[in-house]
């Protein structure tokens, strides 16, 4: 899964720390043995969670991101700003392959 979304934000490659913290949630929540796709449990605890947010900044404040450099805050929030925009389409379209929620039948 990680790949895939890293391949639909090649330019910002997504973090794999936003899904380890979205599979955390996903087997901390008791309502989620509803449901048998991790995928879409995941896709959804990163949505509503708002884990992209949350993460971005973290990750645009990372010192390899800079080069040896102390970027501002500005520079930061700028940045952080890329990887949350492309970071959330990367989820939407991934959301895209279920119009509704799967469940067990």
């Not at 995928?39 to 040896?68: H, Q, Y």
Request: some cysteine; charged content about 20%.
């Amino acid at each position: 899964m990680l790949s895939e979304l890293r391949g639909l934000s090649p330019n910002y490659p997504f973090s794999g720390k936003v899904l380890v913290h979205a599979q955390q949630l996903v087997h901390s929540d008791p309502k989620s043995n509803r449901n048998w796709n991790l995928a879409w449990l995941c896709l959804v605890k990163i949505t509503n969670g708002d884990l992209i947010a949350r993460f971005a900044l973290s990750e645009a404040s990372r010192p390899e991101m800079w080069g040896g450099r102390q970027p501002t805050d500005e520079e930061k929030q700028k940045l952080a700003a890329c990887f949350q925009s492309k970071w959330e389409m990367a989820v939407k379209q991934m959301l895209r392959h279920w119009q509704v929620t799967p469940t067990w039948y």
